[in-house]
């Protein structure tokens, strides 16, 4: 389905998303649980700071449009597209998860269409700001 780039993410990230595919049922619940399935898992304290962890801001690159965006990778209560806050059960979410700056992903959406997303930047990380509570 996916080029498959490795990816990253935090021990806490890991738990509480791994809780929340447990709670939720449909396809990208699904698509969440296989990207947690092989991602690297890494010690909040060690996570590079150009990794995209939950609560992370970050620029990214729709390489077949050439338009870049900028938004918060958040958990599902707290999504608001207009505020430029997508939800991790969004695809575009799961997709950027654990990339680092850099990295480039072929995803596939809801319509079939294969979008390659590439992370710009990652503009604020909790991790890396020391707030390991988000």
Known sequence: ?????????????????????????????????????RAHVISQKEI???VVTMNSRVKFLD???????????????DAKLEAGRISILAPVGIALLGLTAGQSI?????????????????????????QWEL
């Open 106 to 130: 072929d995803w596939k959406m809801p319509n079939g269409m294969i979008k390659k997303l590439q992370v710009k930047e990652v503009i604020y990380q909790p991790e890396a700001a020391g």
């Open 1 to 37: 389905m996916n080029t498959e780039p490795r990816i990253f993410i935090t021990d806490q990230d890991y738990h509480r998303l791994t809780a929340l595919v447990s709670q939720v049922e449909g396809q990208w619940a699904e698509v969440l649980e296989e990207e947690l399935g």
């Open 48 to 50: 590079p700071k150009d």
């Open 63 to 77: 390489e077949a449009t050439g338009q870049e965006s900028e938004m918060t990778l958040v958990y599902p209560q």
